[in-house]
């Protein structure tokens, strides 16, 4: 078996070489469809062996096998053409209306074909040929790999939508603990890691195959961006999601909030919605008046309390902006506490999210159906001898062993927790009192001076926040006022 990591270093040290995939963007969106079309191919290997009916949705000469495999075969110019000319556009308006060609159709919607050396192609799809994605070594470790490769991007712009550390994941995804049978969603999927890791969990449940099958169609996405949502479709496949169709390359956010109906409410949300973006003009008309602002993260809180069934649990991602922040941010805080029991935030140290950004972030939980009576904070500490995580030392999941030692048992309304060092609670009447800020210290720490820059960094911006706020209502107040005695003058 070859080393796959060194395989996938050679692959993007050949792409290198190449004068159209001079960036990470570049070269991950090429190895993307690349490794789509390998790992389907391979997939298809299988289920021929398994359903002697099967057909493949792809018209022979554009399935890997026929074009890809051979290390001998159709090269240089006579490559680049095919690419260019025949397979991409045939990908792109495949025939068919079952649920896998949508998907290829909508995987290839908007690929291109970086590549303008034939040669150097060659050279990449027959490194690719050196992976066996149904051998379970090679599979597994190209996982890790894939992984990396989503980490790497650092130079492709706001490539933090498109990575969650997989330790934040998987420990929201233990602690919302979906089960079988539940309908999950992530509303901004992104490259798939919630959806991977709410498979695994439920995985572990399972004991038919049944319970596979139920797998397989009880998860659901929406990512907005084409890239992504091509590496989110080649991770689902690589984690044995056969037709990863429910997972769709759309706006979650264009669709108006009235026009979610029942049906489209789940059991389970786990996602960590892109912030600090604003979004396209008009977006924010899409939702009530007293809701509307252009900060997404603000705009996801509101639908995940929309798609959430009476019952349903949610655990998301979320800036400090939007602990702190008042207005809009106020309002939807407000509809929260009220629908929903927000029972615990889990405050993250700095540095989680570097090196795509350096915005302090929060993990919160909550169960829609029951207003908020008191909410659990646990203050998450770096590890011994850790001053901030970066890209080599990033935050790892054994870290989160005392949260879920001290989490309980929402059932009987978490009796079992205590307050300790880094554990406090706060109760509806304090929250209400400070104007619904969420943004509260803990109160077991006492003040340890002025502090460096890293923590009074995100204490700058929050106050810069307050400030452009309060600005802005001086702004909107003087400029009704000067109207008004406009109008009185006339």
């Not at 495949?94 to 192609?121: E, H, V, W």
């Not at 960590?272 to 993260?297: C, H, K, Q, S, V």
Request: aromatic share 8%; charged share 25%.
């Amino acid at each position: 078996m070859p080393n796959v990591s060194n395989l996938v270093k050679s692959i993007q040290d050949i792409m290198r070489k190449d004068a159209g995939t001079y960036g990470d963007a570049q070269r991950l969106e090429q190895m993307a469809w690349m490794f789509f079309l390998k790992i389907f191919d391979d997939r298809e290997t299988q289920l021929e062996l398994l359903q002697d009916d099967y057909k493949s949705p792809l018209p022979e000469k554009f399935r890997w096998r026929n074009w890809a495999a051979d290390e001998e075969g159709i090269t240089g110019d006579a490559l680049l053409n095919f690419v260019d000319d025949e397979l991409l556009p045939a990908l792109e308006s495949l025939p068919g209306s079952d649920p896998m060609s949508a998907l290829i159709r909508s995987t290839f919607a908007d690929a291109n074909n970086y590549m303008k050396n034939g040669t150097l192609m060659r050279q990449v799809i027959n490194k690719i040929n050196g992976i066996d994605f149904n051998a379970s070594d090679d599979r597994h470790m190209f996982g890790d790999i894939y992984e990396k490769l989503l980490k790497d991007l650092q130079s492709a712009g706001n490539a933090g939508e498109f990575y969650t550390p997989r330790a934040v994941t998987q420990f929201i995804v233990e602690q919302v603990n979906p089960r079988l049978g539940e309908t999950i969603l992530d509303p901004a999927c992104g490259t798939g890691g919630f959806l991977v890791c709410a498979i695994e969990h439920l995985r572990k449940q399972a004991r038919t195959e049944a319970d596979e099958r139920t797998i397989q169609e009880c998860f659901s996405g929406i990512e907005k961006k084409h890239l992504p949502h091509v590496l989110c479709m080649t991770n689902l496949l690589l984690h044995g999601i056969d037709v990863p169709s429910n997972v769709r390359h759309d706006n979650t956010l264009a669709r108006p909030l009235r026009d979610w109906g029942p049906k489209d409410r789940v059991d389970v949300i786990v996602t960590n919605p892109p912030f600090g973006g604003m979004e396209e003009d008009g977006i924010e008309a899409n939702f009530p008046a007293e809701f509307r602002t252009r900060e997404t993260a603000d705009l996801f809180l509101v639908l995940i309390m929309k798609l959430l069934k009476t019952g349903g649990r949610a655990g998301i991602v979320l800036p400090d902006g939007t602990l702190f922040g008042e207005g809009v941010k106020t309002r939807i805080k407000e509809a929260l506490l009220a629908e929903c029991n927000l029972h615990t935030i889990v405050r993250l140290p700095n540095g989680v999210f570097n090196p795509y950004t350096g915005i302090r972030t929060n993990l919160l939980f909550f169960t829609k159906g029951t207003p908020t009576k008191e909410i659990w904070y646990y203050e998450h500490p770096y590890p011994p001898g850790v001053k901030s995580y970066n890209k080599s030392k990033p935050i790892r999941i054994e870290e989160f062993a005392p949260e879920k030692a001290w989490w309980g048992d929402e059932a009987d309304g978490f009796k079992a927790r205590v307050e300790n060092e880094y554990a406090w609670r706060v109760s509806i009447d304090q929250i209400k009192a400070g104007n619904y800020s969420l943004d509260l210290k803990n109160p077991h720490r006492t003040d340890e001076g002025p502090g460096d820059v890293e923590h009074l960094l995100p204490e700058y911006e929050k106050l810069l926040a307050q400030i452009a706020e309060t600005r802005a209502k001086l702004k909107q107040e003087l400029h009704a006022a000067l109207t008004a005695s406009a109008g009185s003058v006339e």
